[in-house]
Structures are given as structure tokens and as C-alpha cells.
Nanobody, 111 residues
């Protein structure tokens, strides 16, 4: 059974950076796209960024120019590099791939 495990979250000051990872177990990772979502307290889960199996990327307007999504198929892992973080980026971040959700990783941006 496929599992996704996120890591890399934490507490960072405004303007700081974090890199989230999403490691997938099982085979077939390279054939699927991957999407990152986030959910802030009291808000609905929202789309952040996606990367297709061919490497095509897309971003929400709120993170465009600050976040970069990537993948390493040899490692069955996707990444979300987050730069110039803002307090409004505070949320639990989830990856979705191969029809599965990860457990989420908390990102808190605060001084």
C-alpha cells in the first residue's frame, strides 16, 4: 500500500525559508503528479502547487515567485522549497500523490 510521509516543517521567522519533503513508498511514483495543499486554522484546505509526471509545475498566486515545487523520481520524493515566508503561510501542509494523502507537517511563520 502506498504511503506518503511529509517532513521539514517547523517554526521560522518571517522572511525565512523551509523545504518540505514528501516521501512515497511503493512503486509508480514517477508516473503520477504531486500536489501540495495547506490548511490554516479555521480555513478550508487550499491548493499551493503541483508538479506533473513530466515536471510541469503550477502555483497558486499567493505563493508564486516564493515557492518552488520539484521532484526526485529516483528517491520517490517530492519537495516544496518555501522562501520569503510570511505569517499568512502558517498552516499544516499536505502532499497528495498516487491517490493518497500524507499526514501533514506544520509550518509556523512567526517572529
Amino acid at each position: 500500500q502506498v504511503q506518503l510521509v511529509e517532513s521539514g516543517g517547523g517554526l521560522v521567522q518571517p522572511g525565512g525559508s523551509l523545504r518540505l519533503s514528501c516521501a512515497a513508498s511503493g512503486s509508480g511514483f514517477s508516473r503520477y503528479g504531486m500536489t501540495w495543499y495547506r490548511q490554516a486554522p479555521g480555513k478550508e484546505r487550499e491548493y499551493v502547487a503541483s508538479i506533473g509526471s513530466s515536471g510541469t509545475t503550477d502555483y497558486a498566486n499567493s505563493v508564486k515567485g516564493r515557492f518552488t515545487i520539484s521532484r526526485d523520481n529516483a528517491k520517490n520524493t517530492g519537495y516544496l522549497q518555501m522562501n520569503n515566508l510570511k505569517p499568512e503561510d502558517t498552516a499544516v501542509y499536505y502532499c497528495h500523490a498516487m491517490r493518497q494523502w500524507g499526514q501533514g507537517t506544520q509550518v509556523t511563520v512567526s517572529s
